[in-house]
């Protein structure tokens, strides 16, 4: 059983467009909601996360907005870029405990 | 942040043979840290958890005896994966996590090739 749902599958925008990335969870002990980026060939790296205490959180041109009772939260990158191209995960977990991760989103951003 | 090294970055290896991939935390005591696969174009899926100084918790479907995984200090863990066959190429990564926290730190990934 899949414990995080993200889509979509894939994405492409025009620079400087705002793509969005959604994901669903279950399992509502998960108190850890992380985003990672993935370049081909690389590891994961964590770009911002949050806790389901806000509904919030902005770092540089990434936002988080987290939805408790809908048990959502996505993405948002706002003035995408070329370098922004990637595939990105959202995870969830609960304290100490093992990542669930989503299926990825693959964006290309467009010059 | 924090920094998570691996090594080789890429492994060659002959059906039948063993490799080991090595996973450090490099500026920080890890007290967990998980082996993760990835297939191209896939999500990555957990194998194993191993807390230092105890045996790893595998995942349904991972063969234990197949890999192997020590974590014999608080900055090490190292896979072995015994008698690799081409089917077990792949891009193998690990993380870590400190005392403190939620955060997993990744490393860079091991691409696996068994001819």
């Known amino acids: 059983q899949q414990q995080v749902k993200q889509s979509p599958q894939s994405l492409i925008v025009q620079k400087g467009g705002i793509p969005i990335i959604n994901c669903a969870y279950e399992n509502t002990a998960f108190d850890y909601f992380p985003w990672y980026q993935q370049f081909p060939g690389k590891g994961p790296a964590l770009l911002i996360a949050i806790r389901p205490d806000v509904s919030e959180k902005k770092e540089g041109r990434f936002t988080i907005s987290f939805n408790k009772s809908a048990k959502q939260f996505s993405l948002h990158i706002m003035d995408s870029q070329p370098g922004d191209s990637a595939t990105y995960f959202c995870a969830a977990s609960y304290t100490g405990n093992q990542f669930y991760f989503g299926t990825g989103t693959s964006l290309t951003v467009i010059p | 942040g924090a920094v998570v090294s691996q090594h080789p970055s890429w492994v060659i290896c002959k059906s039948g043979t063993s490799v080991k991939i090595e996973c450090r935390s490099l500026?920080?005591?890890?007290?967990?840290m998980f082996w993760y696969r990835q297939f191209p174009k896939q999500s990555l899926m957990l194998m194993a958890t191993s807390n230092e100084g105890s045996k790893a918790t595998y995942e349904q479907g991972v063969e234990k005896d197949k890999f192997l995984i020590n974590h014999a200090s608080l900055t090490l863990s190292t896979l072995t994966v015994t008698s690799a066959h081409p089917e077990d190429s792949s891009f193998y990564i690990c993380?870590?996590?400190?005392?403190?926290?939620?955060?997993?730190?990744f490393g860079p990934g091991t691409r696996l090739t068994v001819l």
């Open positions: 993380s870590a996590s400190s005392v403190a926290g939620d955060e997993q730190f």
């Open positions: 500026d920080f005591q890890a007290t967990t």
